[in-house]
């Protein structure tokens, strides 16, 4: 059926805008879209609904659904031709510098840093729900330890809070919600009095959804009658909402220098974040990936400084499976070898950026803040022309790069891997399957662990002799038990806070530290099993010195029987790791 007779049957659900849509859809040949509508199954609310989704996914992407429709079309057959995307590139080690080892140089960047925070903002990028993890909600309400319970999001707040109380001065948080997690998000923040932030501190920007599209002829996938097959389109969208809201604007307008992006659950990202906004300061880069040393052959990408006779050098992320084939038809022939240290040349990409406002806000206005696509199909055959299962285009924010015409200057910093890097993204079994194969686990379970480690990294480095627990494991993912030591960012925000707080002393074995708000401590010993909290009210502090935290039964950690793995009145967020931590020192209560 043509699309004017098409129409025309059904004026009376259709108003001018969607005759233009459906008659550009049908020119696009997509009319398998509105198969079925005479069918009796199908009732005009049902249509109506359609058409309205259809209209949204053409107002929210740049370009409308036909310029989606047409880009989809061009990238699959470049994916089914097996493009080179990097075609006449090549790789060479990028500007870095390396702040793995700690020493002056990393403290000295956390300071800078962190007198530069004042003037920053942080970018938190949570669209994401917990589903792949065996977590049904957002990704920010699980609890980044179960010690006390503290959750992604509010461990977040914590250390923008305390920053703004350092620094005098309201540093703004913006979210990027999703379909799935804005009422989630919204939900969370009033329930926590928006963890002690101030209601204009804080910008949620909603990402809307794409199509999916069933082969290479780009043709949209459905659901099911009037259901269109709708995906995420990635975190690159976060630059084309902070552009179109007027966000980057206005916070540029309110005096923010820098943007820090980071991703809903790791943790470690805080640990890193003043040194490299104080190395964006020192080296003048407009455009600063965090990132870590990478194995060879590791499914990480690595970052590269490209270079291509007659095109400005590009800096950016070149994902796992290209960068070995791109390395031997250039510069290695043996592809993505180690250096001295075990290392490749490419650090490691954990999508964690520091961007200088500036000559942002001029790609934004450039560009729109539309960031180049990709797609991955998945063929079914040979002949790669049809999917396994529906695709859609993605962007990421790392390949803003790839907008940079004016010289901007793209440096990376690095650091230790557990110290910025340890994500909550695998379930329990995948982890374990992860570990078994010699990778990180990367679970709900592995971050806590570092989260721990971390605490006793500090204490080390300012003096404590700190003795661990042997290694053990729950349901393959290994975990040292103890101590397990947890460092608020009221007590402590830099490495230099924390050798300025503690003085000696020493903790051991599966014991419980936690120090919060203005305390400090000289030859403080936690004895093994012992468990000690030493915490202020806002204005107050405290000072302790030659104690000894008294033996009680303190918290014990505890591995989940298989019948607890499978009930659902055990939380989601315990079955997700195979323990509970069971506070004992007088009510028996948990963390539950």
């Not at 005098?168 to 997690?181: C, E, Q």
């Not at 806000?361 to 529906?390: C, H, Q, W």
């Not at 530290?513 to 030493?534: C, M, R, W, Y």
């Amino acid at each position: 059926m043509d699309p004017i007779t098409f129409c025309s049957q059904h004026k009376t659900l259709m108003h001018a805008a969607d005759r233009a849509l459906v008659e550009a859809l049908f020119a696009e040949d997509q009319a398998h879209l509105f198969a079925g509508w005479d069918s009796p199954a199908l009732d005009d609310s049902q249509k109506r609904g359609f058409l309205d989704a259809l209209h949204l996914v053409d107002k929210s992407y740049s370009g409308g659904l036909i310029g989606y429709i047409r880009n989809a079309r061009k990238l699959l057959s470049d994916a089914a031709e097996a493009a080179n995307p990097f075609e006449g590139f090549t790789p060479h080690k990028p500007e870095m510098v390396d702040l793995s080892g700690f020493g002056p140089e990393y403290e000295a960047a956390e300071e800078a840093g962190l007198a530069a925070f004042a003037d920053s903002a942080v970018v938190l990028v949570a669209g994401g729900l917990g589903e792949r993890l065996g977590y049904n909600g957002i990704k920010l309400d699980i609890p980044v330890e179960v010690t006390e319970g503290t959750s992604y999001l509010a461990h977040y707040a914590s250390v923008i809070l305390a920053a703004s109380h350092r620094r005098k001065r309201a540093i703004p948080l913006v979210i990027m919600t999703s379909r799935d997690t804005h009422d989630a998000t919204v939900a969370t923040l009033e329930q926590n009095q928006r963890f002690g932030l101030a209601q204009d501190q804080i910008t949620l920007l909603r990402q809307e959804l794409v199509p999916a599209v069933d082969d290479v002829a780009a043709h949209l996938a459905l659901d099911g009658p009037c259901q269109l097959a709708l995906k995420p389109h990635g975190h690159g969208d976060i630059h084309m909402l902070l552009h179109t809201s007027g966000t980057a604007g206005r916070l540029a307008e309110s005096g923010v220098r820098y943007l820090l992006f980071i991703q809903d659950t790791n943790a470690q990202s805080m640990n890193a974040a003043f040194a490299a906004i104080g190395i964006s300061e020192k080296h003048g880069y407009d455009f600063n990936s965090i990132a870590v040393n990478r194995i060879p052959g590791e499914a990480v990408g690595g970052i590269a400084r490209l270079e291509k006779p007659g095109h400005p050098p590009l800096t950016l992320n070149v994902e796992y499976n290209q960068l070995d084939p791109l390395l031997r038809c250039t510069v290695s022939p043996d592809g993505d070898v180690a250096d001295e240290q075990g290392f490749s040349l490419f650090p490691g990409n954990i999508n964690l950026l520091v961007i200088r406002m500036e000559p942002y806000l001029k790609v934004l206005r450039s560009s729109g803040g539309i960031i180049a696509e990709f797609v991955n199909p998945k063929f079914a055959d040979d002949s790669r022309t049809v999917f396994k299962k529906p695709a859609r285009l993605e962007t990421m924010m790392q390949d803003l790069p790839k907008l940079f015409v004016s010289g901007e200057k793209v440096g990376v910093t690095v650091f230790e891997r557990t110290w910025c890097f340890s994500p909550c993204k695998n379930a329990l079994a995948d982890a374990a399957a992860k570990v078994k194969a010699g990778g990180p686990p990367e679970s709900a379970s592995s971050a806590e662990n570092d989260f721990y480690a971390t605490g006793r990294r500090k204490l080390e480095m300012a003096g404590m002799q700190v003795v661990e627990t042997p290694a053990t494991s729950f349901r393959g993912v290994p975990f040292v038990t103890g101590p397990r030591v947890i460092l608020r960012p009221s007590f402590a925000l830099t490495l230099a806070d924390v050798k300025a707080r503690i003085r000696g002393g020493s903790i051991a074995g599966n014991s419980t530290l936690i120090l919060e708000g203005d305390v400090s401590a000289e030859n403080l010993t936690v004895p093994t099993g012992a468990s000690f909290k030493l915490a202020t009210a806002d204005g107050t502090s405290q000072e302790i010195k030659d104690f000894t935290a008294p033996a009680d039964s303190g918290f014990e950690i505890m591995p989940l029987t298989d019948d607890e793995m499978q009930d659902p009145s055990v939380p989601e967020f315990l079955r997700i790791r195979g323990y509970r931590i069971i506070d004992r020192r007088s009510s028996g209560t948990t963390t539950e």
